[in-house]
Every structure is written in structure tokens, then in C-alpha cells.
């Protein structure tokens, strides 16, 4: 199966974990957050050919006629995001970029504090939260069992899906969300001996980027 026609494009930089946490400076508490069913969810590894990394994308399903995506293989489970066929508006939708999506640990936002970034690790692709603080360590939220391009990102244990709700309205954007603490969480990593920077790969400036053709989405812009 070729994949080549959904390239998003992204600005991503080199990433390491260092060993070390502190709490965040106090982030914005009007926003709260509320359940939906996971089910309807799944987060996927992109290409950037252009810039030689990935981003993630969540992609989700509007209805119940399970037509938005389709998975195949395991370790890694491969998406194919074929609501780009056909006029899925309605049907489905997807995030990609921080516009969309963010992380909230134990009831706190943490998006102006920690990025959600994907690096290559030990032949697994790894997706971080990586803190604006030079010196805290990045957290690890979910991984692939693979490093291949459109791999489906599983999310540990401890981490789901929710939909953040301002003033009682639930609002698009989503949140990578754990119950724990910072303090909680550690490092999970460090035994590994950190995180080596993003895995760079030859850029081909040949390659489209996404379209949607006939659902008018661009999953290169929120």
C-alpha cells in the first residue's frame, strides 16, 4: 500500500530527555475536561518529507459506520486514512497540530509547558512530551512497537483520550490526559539512557504533501 499522497508538513526539532522534573509554572484553570469514548480514536506517526521528521495526527470518527481509517498488520499497526477518499465531511475529522491537541496531567493544562513531539528510539517510534524548560525531562505517553511511516501510537497505561469543556461546552480540542502527577509519572526513560535526537531522514521535495481531494481537508493545517 502506498502512502506517499498524505504528507503532511511540520516543524519539528531534535529532542533529549534529561533526568530530571519540576512542576510547571501554575497553566490556565478555566478549561476542564470531560470522557469520550476512545474507540472513536486513533493517533498515527506522519511523514514530513520536506522536513524529515513526523508529527502526530489524531484522526476520528464521527459516526458509526467505522469508515474514517483502516489498520493492518501489528508491531506496528499501520493506518490508512482512507476518509481522504471520499467527501468525509461530517464523518470524521482529525487534529495536527497543538492547535488540536495537548497534554493535561492530574487536572492541570501543561500546554504552554510541554510539546507533544514524536522521536525514533531503539527501532520504535515514541511520542513525548517535551517541556519548553531546558534541564526537566520529556514524558513518555505512548509508542508504536515500530518505526514505520502512518504507524498507529498505542498510549500507556495511565494515559487516554479526553475532550476539553470550557463554561460546560465541549470545545474540539483534545487532551493526552493522565491522573498521576509529574511527580508520579518520573522518568520512564532513564534507565534507557535518554532519548537520541529525532531521526533524520533525506527530505523529498518531490513528495505531496496531504490533501484531501474530495473531503477539502489538508491535514497539513488545523
Known sequence: MSFLRFLPAAISIPLLLSPSFSAPAQASYRFSQQNIDQDDYVLMATPDRRQGNRRLVILEELGDQDACWKEQGNAPTLIDP???DFDSRGLCDYRSNAGGY??????KDLNWYYQLKIVEHNGELLLLGKPETKGEASLLIGRSHGAEDFAKIELLPGWKLTQR????????????TTDQTLAQIGDPLQSDGGISPISIREPDADQPRWNAGHGALNFGQL
Open 102 to 107: 495537548s497534554i493535561r496531567v492530574a487536572g
Open 165 to 176: 469543556v470550557y463554561k460546560g461546552q465541549a470545545l474540539k480540542h483534545l487532551y493526552l
Open 82 to 84: 482512507v476518509m481522504l
